[in-house]
């Protein structure tokens, strides 16, 4: 299933520059607030280096990334959950997404609008995670009129979620997230049924002064408090690179000082929050492919990602790691070498595996 992260941030924080350099869908980033008025949904491919060489051991015929989708939505202001602004209309477009990334202006630039007339990246933070905070309560309350109304009748996953919902409305009305509220093994589903934004994992982007690299203390304070990770970019640089050929942007980087695309570090940083590894299917004149799977699942749920057929006939799988694989200079001599495993179905997949399925139709 295809990984959905949902961006947030207040009106110009750069969230439509960051979503474009993702992309280069040319999503419409202006100098005015509320640009974003549908939501942009952008499928961004991951790339990895590890892939192309094992592509190129094994002869595939191309590379095929895996891939995030991003949703791009419109500025959250204070109030939003209540209706202010456009930004609440949107929430429900991530309500679905499996993480957050919250950008948030760190940047001086006197020609970009600020929708309060000031730079406190900290005080920003805060209205937004505030209007989750209050969106949240207001769906909570409502899925807790369903689910009481259930829970009259004895049903025990109803009784539990019940119990839950209570507890979770607590946490809200605290002005605390959702996330800290354990989901009953009786009601499995209860989370996903409500959607809560607070329970999404979050990555805040600091987006920073071009030439700039650091996360402001306030807000890497924030995030290591709140169990959540942080980096710096700047958006408007790399949706100027976004638009440069590889070479280009390469030499731009160079001037600018910043080593690594600070793409490449939001998409490993969303990796890394939502405990994602990758693997990797590769043979002879065929695609490679690149995979992720949740840390600790195993050869046979990372047969499900490839296909659920594959996962019902598995019979075993053939797993290498990519770097032995290449070592070896392709699979007969990784044969050879023995260090092409069989494994069976409940082998704990490591990242940079490089799997194949042996499985009867
Ligand atoms: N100097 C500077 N300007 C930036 C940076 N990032 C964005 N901007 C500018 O700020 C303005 C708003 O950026 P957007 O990316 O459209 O902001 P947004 O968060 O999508 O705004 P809304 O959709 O209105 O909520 C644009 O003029 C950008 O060029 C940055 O890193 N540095
Ligand atoms: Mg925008």
């Avoid at 934004?197 to 807000?219: H, I, M, W, Y």
């Avoid at 046979?300 to 996962?311: F, K, V």
């Amino acid at each position: 299933m295809s990984t959905r992260i949902g961006i947030v941030g207040m009106p110009n924080a750069g969230k439509s520059s960051l979503f474009n350099a993702l992309t280069k869908a040319g999503a419409e980033a202006a100098n005015y607030p509320f640009t974003t008025i549908e939501p942009n949904v952008a499928v961004v491919p991951v790339r990895d280096e590890r892939l192309e060489q094992v592509a190129a051991v094994v002869g595939a015929s191309e590379i095929v990334w895996d891939t995030i989708d991003f949703h791009d939505i419109a500025g959250l202001v204070a109030g939003a959950h209540s209706g202010e602004g456009l930004g609440n209309k949107f929430l429900a477009n991530i309500r679905e997404t499996h993480a957050i990334v919250h950008v948030v202006r760190a940047h001086h630039d006197d020609g970009v609008v600020h929708p309060e007339g000031r730079v406190d990246p900290l005080a920003d933070i805060e209205t937004i995670e505030t209007e989750l905070v209050l969106a949240d309560l207001e769906q909570a309350e409502r899925r807790m009129d369903r689910v009481a109304r259930q829970a009259r009748s004895g049903e025990r996953a109803a009784v539990a979620e019940e119990r839950w919902l209570r507890e979770v409305i607590a946490e809200l009305q605290a002005g605390r997230p959702a996330r800290g509220v354990v989901v009953p093994e009786e009601a499995p589903g209860a989370a996903r049924d409500l959607g809560s934004l607070t329970a999404k994992p979050v990555l805040f982007v600091a987006n920073v002064d071009e030439g700039s690299d650091e996360v402001p203390t306030a807000v890497a304070e924030h995030a290591a408090s709140h169990g959540a990770r942080a980096v710096a970019i700047s958006s408007r640089i790399e949706a100027e690179l976004a638009e440069l050929d590889d070479e280009d942007a390469a030499a731009m980087r160079g001037e600018l000082g910043v080593s690594e695309s600070g793409l490449a570090r939001v998409v490993r940083e969303a990796f890394t929050l939502l405990r994602l590894i990758a693997f990797f299917t590769a043979g002879e004149a065929k695609p490679a492919q690149s995979w992720h799977l949740r840390d600790g699942l195993t050869a046979w749920h990372a047969a499900g990602e490839i296909h659920t057929d594959i996962q019902k006939g598995f019979v075993r799988a053939e797993v290498i790691g990519w770097s032995e694989l290449v070592d070896a200079g392709g699979y007969a001599a990784a044969r050879d070498r023995g260090t092409l495993r069989i494994e069976g179905r409940d082998y704990t997949m490591s990242d940079g595996d490089v799997i194949s399925v042996k499985f009867t139709p």
